[in-house]
């Protein structure tokens, strides 16, 4: 068993720098079916080690730096809770309503009690035993809760089950373990589960068992950031010594923002960090002040944030979403502590931009007073009504216009976003914050579509020299609304002349795709015919020596 995992030589380095040699442990293997090592192929399997593992024991079988260890399965979970006091309790768990905040409270109280106070059945004290003695008795350990529902895209559990760090000696262990096992039915817990219909009695936990690190400083680090949606800058959040300081809100993490694509950092928050937490020697963590002035300084170098960018980035890759990963930095070296999916993430449009620049992207549905996400059906209706001539994508169950090329010429901008401050000023807040920090005239054929982007092509500026020159300006509206009709009845007239259902549900979809474009065409002559009606009656007349009369 390696007690400290490490890229092989035909595996890539994602740590940062060239990797030690630690000190081997023996390779007996315990039960595989109460206790596995991260580094077996059973490790990667969610349903016996939980998600939290699972995505560890794939990133070191990828080549990168985790502590080593073992899992207690989630088959030594049910032999815990097999028992029929621990398995009525979880039966009637499904009873109590998550809102009684004082049912609930005494339901969870009771079952955590049960599992944590219950004596380990022999067969699995004997593998734990085994498990710790091939790992190295004389070590500290981490000890981590895997629920085999935690760590989704849709659903974290992030923070609501329990951690124990620097345990020291068996009966430590065992003890640190059953806590971990019980805290599956902490009130957090239970509600969140409510909350995603997980149904309580389908979970179980496992729990990760790993060699005991002190870092110079760890923290978190997201591939994509949370409160913008921005897939090409990274979040990082860094403290110094163990992590805990961050996650029991004692220290203020230095933050720091860092564009993925240009390899540069954006920007670098020093946090509030007066005070370190560290491991004792006799087991447990302890709080320690900082000399006077340390907090100033900054956690990690430019350097060293680029490195775990990169390795951020790396990590995305393998799982093929963001991640939100928990980090350690150990003699110049990453260690990944957890690694789970981002989800608070808006999804990206479909289809995605062509180029690789920066688009912005309004909602048509709730500039129609419809937030909600639509049915597909509804949505396809939409979008083929919806057109532009610069495109529009799905994302979430809802249409969006790619407003880029408007933005992209500093004179249609002025126009966007007085538009906007007429009829939608939230946005309008949005794009100014966005535009003082993004530089969008970079984008594809900008200037073009500047032009293009209101519709004023060639061939529509041609109809509203017509409309003004041409036709008359009186009865406009009646004029229009007869067009309006007999262009309706006409395209009624092709819809019915299929006899199934099927060929008229296609030539509805092919006359909303013209109909767009038709309506696009009408609507220049129409206004310059209305603005003519209004205006040109109101102008001075000339005459022939084109001197105005008054």
């Not at 350097?303 to 990169?310: G, I, S």
């Not at 890759?317 to 990453?334: C, H, N």
Request: proline share 7%; hydrophobic share 40%.
């Amino acid at each position: 068993m390696v007690t400290w995992s490490r890229p092989s030589k035909s595996q890539p380095n994602h740590s940062g720098s060239h990797p030690p040699h630690p000190p081997q442990a023996g390779s007996s293997k315990p039960h595989p079916s109460v206790v596995v090592m991260l580094d077996d192929p059973q490790a990667t399997h969610s349903s016996m080690v939980g998600a939290k593992a699972t995505n560890l024991a794939r990133l070191q079988r990828d080549g990168f730096t985790i502590p080593g260890g073992f899992c207690v399965t989630t088959t030594a979970y049910s032999i815990m809770t097999e028992d029929g006091d621990v398995g009525d309790l979880i039966q009637r768990l499904a009873l109590v309503d998550p809102s009684d905040g004082d049912a609930l409270a005494a339901h969870a109280a009771q079952l955590r009690d049960c599992i944590s106070q219950r004596p380990l059945p022999t067969p699995l004290r004997r593998a734990i035993a085994a498990a710790l003695e091939a790992a190295g008795t004389d070590r500290a350990y981490a000890v981590r809760s895997s629920a085999t529902a935690e760590d989704r895209p849709y659903a974290s559990f992030a923070g609501q089950h329990e951690t124990i760090l620097n345990v020291r000696g068996e009966q430590r262990l065992v003890e640190a373990i059953q806590t971990c096992m019980a805290s599956l039915f902490t009130e957090r817990a239970i509600r969140y589960r409510a909350q995603h219909q997980i149904p309580q009695d389908k979970v179980a936990m496992a729990v990760l068992v790993q060699q005991m690190i002190d870092p110079e400083a760890a923290g978190v680090a997201f591939s994509a950031d949370p409160k913008s949606g921005n897939r090409h800058i990274a979040v990082i959040e860094a403290v110094l010594g163990l992590g805990q300081a961050q996650v029991s809100g004692t220290v203020t993490p230095d933050r720091m923002r860092v564009d993925r694509l240009r390899e540069q950092i954006i920007d670098y928050v020093i946090g509030d960090q007066r005070v370190i937490v560290e491991s004792r020697l006799q087991g447990g963590v302890q709080t320690a002040a900082r000399e006077r002035g340390h907090h100033l300084v900054h956690v990690l170098s430019d350097d060293q944030a680029l490195t775990l960018t990169k390795m951020v980035g790396d990590v995305e890759r393998v799982f093929g979403s963001p991640q939100d990963i928990e980090w350690a930095l150990v003699d110049g070296r990453y260690a990944i502590l957890q690694s789970r999916p981002i989800t608070t993430l808006f999804p990206l449009p479909s289809p995605p931009p062509a180029d690789n620049e920066l688009h912005v992207y309004y909602s048509f549905g709730h500039k129609q007073a419809m937030p909600e996400a639509m049915p597909p059906l509804v949505l396809d209706v939409w979008q083929h009504l919806a057109v532009t001539p610069f495109g529009t994508a799905r994302a979430g169950g809802r249409l969006y216009i790619d407003v880029t090329a408007l933005l992209a010429g500093p004179v249609i901008r002025q126009w966007v976003l007085r538009g906007f401050g007429f009829s939608d000023k939230p946005p309008q807040a949005e794009l100014v914050a966005l535009l003082r920090h993004h530089d969008l005239a970079a984008s594809t054929r900008a200037k073009l579509r500047d032009i293009e982007a209101v519709g004023l092509r060639p061939r529509n500026l041609m109809s509203i020299f017509r409309a003004l020159l041409v036709s008359s300006t009186s009865g406009v509206a009646e004029r229009e609304r007869a067009w309006y009709d007999d262009y309706a009845a006409a395209a009624i007239a092709r819809i019915r002349i299929h006899p199934d259902q099927l060929g008229r549900l296609r030539a509805v979809l092919a006359q909303l795709v013209t109909a767009g474009q038709d309506l696009v065409q009408r609507f220049y002559p129409f206004l310059a015919a209305t603005i003519a009606q209004a205006w040109l009656p109101a102008m001075p007349r000339c005459r022939p020596r084109h001197r105005c009369l008054r």
